[in-house]
């Protein structure tokens, strides 16, 4: 009987059973003596004791609680008992329980006798001689040793061998060695380096790819703003216009400004909007009936270009940006700091959606919106809101004063744009089995004004470490399963510019080949928690790493940084973008945050904030916290590049998207019954193909290969046609970790929300269609029995 017969018709009762195939033949032989057919079952039985509790005649679902390191990923059984839905011990996102239609009804045959019903005075006799004979051999050998502990597995071995090469000292030695490049050239100089160190280091075919793209920079004066009532006028960080600012030591003022703004002079009404919600902007509304409007936006809430969209939608015409100094309590400065930002989607706004190659039409869009937006100091928010002045003891977000008469201000903005090069530096570890699969690893080389900007060196450094520790066991003979594929990018803070280019040139291959990615696009972001970050089918991978990792966190000088952190699947920043959002690889990322757990400020990164040059040094002195984050991405690496069943768990999926659906929204009816249909395919998956793929006895090439590509593209059921801007079009993403919704949801308007439904509603039966398609796979292969 063929693996599946047993569960074509849902809701009918099932048993998973292992029997060999040539146990069975012997089972069904005519010339099978009683004695043999009774120890062929008895052996039956024991095959399948490991789907069982002892004493029980059903199987549960395996914790997985502990999960060595080198071992495939943890799989979960079908649950007997009917249960309500628990929080998972690893994290915020829920372990499978199962539905009352999946109650097993396998049972244990009873035990036949061992016995003939008689027997011959000579056959008693003989059988008293070999039990005396069996008596002696007992005695001889019950007292021996027990067996040595086999050794590990060799991936164990490897895996212990290649986290403790990395070091903190090593860490800080690279930081030093990076220090010592020029910084003035555009980002050759950083890419040069990389080139010729990652070479020797021992990746083979290291490449230096370069792209020329419309890049917006700051005009030849700093943008003003002006109060038209006092006449004073002051630059974006609160210092008057005159003065002698305008000198080349002032050259940090020209780096305060939002890229691909609109450019001219506007003057208008200051309106206090807070964060930008939806709410917020209901309740300007009402303190004002001026048509010509500035927006004082604080920043940190939803990503800048959601945010902008709503304020377009509500009639603005600029923007303020700030950053509240209680959003990042332990930022030293920052009251006094403006800062840059940038208004682009991703990729080279000359080339939208294709890459700028040789031969490409360019479109010279300069400007990406309507509004003219400059970003200012908390300082100059201050001063336009009439807030009360600082008073010591706790933060006090800024607010416009109840009593204060509202300012009218001249906003004078003239930024320019210009074609430039970025480089990106591209180097492999070859795979042995699966070559043409890709696990990426992507880090950047330059920040938003090369000459001060150099927090990017920590997440090189972190990566170049990881590099050298599995070059150096390459040298020794090891390779992995798959390729890895180590990535540092160019015009990053351009939104992604370089990444995005380089994914839109060679989109065909990555769209079938890519595994999943991996980012070291800011290791240590701030003083706060640990934060780790995975799209759905990895967030059990980042748990366990989390969670084995956390006791040397603390041991290693991480103090609580480490422990109780939840793994979320809110859009992480960076250059994981394009992977993530237009191919929908799964992805994976750990960091130091900014704020604390919990916090809604999760978007502060899209702020450039200055940077001195010891900006890596002084958020992490002794580099431990950048070893811990080394480790943990070196694990992932591991995982995803040697593991035969890779690490993605389909039910993570489908009970991420029954999360997002809770509530009593209308219309989720029909969601919610095709998400719960999702569930159990998924569950079937994991339990009837891939714990059985787990098994090197059972094992099929072939068929395992088809397993991950249906792993791999689970997925990419979830990209939607479109979406607002600044949200991700891949729907399993969301903006909150404590409040998981699809983002498309998210103050969407009534006309338009039977649509948004119905792209959920596409999402969700596409990925159970792809998920059925891998129990299909295993029905008809001849060399698995049920």
């Known amino acids: ?169 090593k860490i800080r030695a690279t930081v030093r060695v990076l220090n010592a490049v020029s910084l003035e050239d555009g980002g050759f100089s950083q890419a040069n380096f990389l080139l010729h160190h990652w070479t020797e280091l021992g990746l083979t075919d290291v490449q230096l790819t370069n792209y020329s793209v419309l890049l917006s920079q700051a005009g030849s004066a700093p943008s003003t703003i002006t109060d038209r009532a006092s006449r004073k006028c002051f630059l974006p960080n609160r210092k008057p216009c005159d003065g002698g600012n305008r000198s080349p030591a002032s050259q940090d003022q020209l780096s305060s400004f939002a890229a691909y703004s609109a450019v001219g002079t506007l003057e208008a009404e200051v309106v206090d909007v807070q964060y930008g919600t939806v709410k917020d902007l209901i309740r300007a509304n009402t303190t004002t009936s001026a048509t010509k409007r500035i927006a004082l936006l604080k920043l940190g809430q939803t990503p800048l270009l959601y945010t902008l969209s709503l304020l377009t939608e509500a009639g603005f015409l600029g923007v303020l940006p700030y950053v509240d100094p209680c959003d990042l309590p332990d930022r030293p400065g920052l009251w006094d700091q403006s800062f840059g930002i940038s208004l682009n989607p991703g990729g080279d706004p000359s080339t939208p959606g294709y890459p700028s190659i040789a031969g490409s039409f360019r479109q010279h869009r300069a400007n990406l919106t309507s509004l003219l937006v400059q970003p200012i100091s908390a300082s100059l928010a201050q001063e336009l809101l009439s807030a009360p002045t600082r008073q010591g003891g706790s933060c006090v977000p800024l607010a416009t004063a109840q009593t204060a008469e509202r300012k009218t201000i001249v906003l004078s903005i003239g930024t320019q744009a210009a074609y430039r090069t970025v480089y990106n530096v591209i180097g492999y570890l070859k795979g042995a089995t699966n070559p043409d699969r890709y696990v990426l690893v992507g880090g950047r080389h330059d920040g938003w004004r090369s000459a001060t900007a150099l927090e990017w060196r920590g997440g090189i450094a972190v990566m170049t470490q990881i590099i050298a520790s599995l070059t150096a066991h390459a040298r020794q003979g090891w390779q992995p399963d798959r390729t890895t594929a180590f990535c540092s990018w160019g015009g990053s803070a351009f939104s992604q510019i370089g990444s995005f280019e380089w994914g839109e040139e060679n989109g065909v291959v990555l769209q079938s080949k890519a595994v999943a990615y991996v980012s070291l696009h800011r290791p240590v972001r701030g003083r706060g928690p640990l934060r780790p970050t995975a799209s759905p089918s990895l967030l059990q991978l980042a748990s366990d790493i989390h969670k084995k ?38 992805t994976l990322e750990f960091a130091l945050a900014e704020t604390a757990a919990g916090e809604k400020t999760s978007f502060l990164s899209e702020a450039f904030l200055p940077a001195n040059s010891s900006a890596v040094e002084s958020l992490d002195p002794t580099f431990k916290l950048h070893e811990i984050v080394a480790k943990m991405t070196a694990e992932a ?120 439904l119905s792209r959920v509603l596409t999402a969700i039966n596409g990925a159970r269609g792809l998920v059925r398609s891998g129990l299909d796979l295993f029905e008809n292969d001849p060399n698995r029995t049920n």
């Open 1 to 169: 009987m063929k693996n599946g017969t047993n569960r074509l018709v849902e809701g009918r009762d099932m048993a998973y059973r292992k029997v060999h195939a040539g146990l069975r033949g012997a089972l069904h032989s005519q010339d099978l003596e009683s004695d043999e057919l009774q120890a062929a079952v008895e052996l039956e039985w024991d095959m399948e004791k490991e789907l069982e509790e002892p004493g029980m005649d059903r199987f549960q679902l395996e914790d997985g609680e502990q999960h060595s390191v080198g071992n495939s990923s943890r799989v979960a059984d079908l649950d007997l008992e009917p249960i309500e839905p628990s929080t998972s011990p690893h994290g915020r996102f829920e372990r499978l329980q199962e539905d009352p239609d999946y109650v097993s009804h396998f049972t244990r045959p009873p035990p036949k006798s061992p016995l003939r019903p008689g027997c011959s005075l000579t056959g008693c006799v003989l059988l008293g001689a070999a039990l005396f004979v069996l008596g002696l051999f007992i005695g001889r050998f019950a007292h021996r040793p027990a067996p040595p502990t086999p050794a590990p597995p060799p991936d164990t071995d490897l895996f212990q061998k290649v986290l403790q090469d990395i070091s903190a000292e």
């Open 549 to 586: 990792l956390s006791l040397n966190c603390t041991r290693g000088g991480g103090g609580g940084v480490c422990s109780g952190a939840n793994v979320s699947s809110v859009q992480p920043p960076g250059d994981v973008r394009f992977f993530a959002d237009r191919l929908a690889v799964p």
């Open 637 to 756: 690496v591991l995982r995803l590049s040697t593991d035969p069943v890779l690490p993605f768990l389909p039910l993570d999926i489908a009970l991420d998207v029954q999360n997002k659906l809770r509530g009593d929204r209308r219309g989720f009816g029909e969601l919610v019954a095709q998400a719960a249909a999702l569930r159990e395919s998924a569950t079937l998956l994991q339990s009837e193909v891939m714990r059985p793929a787990n098994d090197p006895k059972e094992r099929d090439p072939p068929h395992l290969r088809m397993l991950n590509d249906v792993l791999r593209d689970l997925e990419k059921s979830f990209i939607a046609p479109d979406a607002p801007p600044g949200l991700y079009r891949n729907l399993l993403y969301c903006l909150n970790e404590d409040a998981a919704e699809f983002s498309i949801l998210r103050d969407v308007r009534e006309d338009r929300l039977n649509a948004s």
